[in-house]
């Protein structure tokens, strides 16, 4: 079964649990082959939690959720070491961070110490307690979500540090009429996550990630890239631009969107189609510009003023 055949097949499961985000469900799958962590944005109740869930379930991979709250700890992240009485020594138990996919949930109402408790397991892709460095299971990708309706009372905003650490942001909108109505058909009679497959094995899609590091980009494609974000960094509305980091995760997104496309090259479109998922939420506006518009809308017009590259390889 071919790439693009999987991947229809995915969609096809997860749309029985969530309807109508095939576009969503091709760029967290984009971020699983690239190793990348996502931040969901969404107001509640329109399935950030069955979405990381049934993505783990199709995949055949291990999922733990933890809730983000001020008293939550670091500890109760990525684990301690305890004094167990009965055998009096003190023994491992490695947090809920050791899994494929971890949702944090509602990631902004943890205290700043906490959060920062992930830079290390983001990053570096393990845990350290106590001294003891232990390796994540692979994959292992953070998908961190938060509520836009609640950015100040409550709250605390994610550093511009930590932001950059996840490799893109999807904002998850509420269903149209049409597909809240097959939602309410599909849930009438049962949950349809107890029905879920498993399409794809963790060992296929760590050759998919070797696979999609193949997809060329030619000198043309790099150039767009890197005058997309360039431009962020002297822009007169752009208090903090790309960073390398951003750099790297837009070359790797468009890699993905290629490879989902059953192509060998990277096109301009392919570039254009990511940029917006991996780029708004990397740069910070300034306060006057602010006020008028947000950071997808600068972004968008950024993609307007750059030329776009034509290459006779990539069928422009």
Excluded: C
Aim: net charge negative; no cysteine.
């Amino acid at each position: 079964m071919s790439i693009l055949e999987k991947l229809s097949q995915l969609k096809n499961e997860i749309s029985n649990v969530i309807i109508g985000k095939d576009d969503v469900v091709e760029m967290i799958f984009i971020a699983l082959i690239n190793n990348g962590h996502i931040l969901l944005e969404s107001v509640p109740g329109t399935g950030k939690t069955q979405l990381a869930k049934s993505f783990a379930k199709t995949i055949n991979g291990t999922f733990k959720r933890i809730q983000f709250t001020p008293d939550l700890l670091p500890s109760d992240v990525t684990g301690i070491q305890f004094f167990h009485p009965k055998e009096q020594d003190f023994q491992l138990r490695i947090g809920p961070v050791y899994t494929n996919i971890l949702l944090a949930d509602e990631i902004n109402r943890a205290t700043p110490r906490t959060q920062a408790s992930l830079l290390e397991v983001m990053e570096e892709r393990q845990v350290t307690i106590d001294g003891e460095t232990i390796t994540l299971p692979n994959p292992f990708i953070v998908v961190a979500t938060q509520n836009p309706i609640e950015s100040q009372q409550g709250t605390f905003p994610l550093p511009e540090a930590q932001m950059d650490r996840f490799f893109m942001q999807i904002s998850l909108e509420y269903p149209t009429f049409e597909e809240e109505k097959s939602m309410m058909k599909s849930y009438r009679l049962n949950t349809p996550f107890s029905t879920l497959k498993n399409v794809l094995t963790l060992e296929e899609i760590d050759e998919m990630k070797e696979q999609v590091k193949a997809v060329s980009i030619s000198d043309e494609v790099e150039h767009y890239i890197l005058s997309i974000v360039h431009l962020t960094r002297n822009h007169e509305d752009i208090q903090l631009g790309i960073s390398p980091r951003g750099t790297l995760a837009l070359m790797r997104a468009s890699q993905g969107k290629a490879f989902i496309n059953n192509r060998t090259f990277v096109t301009p479109q392919d570039v254009k189609d990511v940029a917006v998922f991996i780029l708004s939420h990397r740069i910070v506006l300034t306060l006057e510009a602010s006020l008028k518009k947000n950071a997808i809308q600068v972004i968008q017009s950024i993609l307007n003023q750059v030329e776009v590259p034509l290459e006779a390889g990539a069928g422009q």
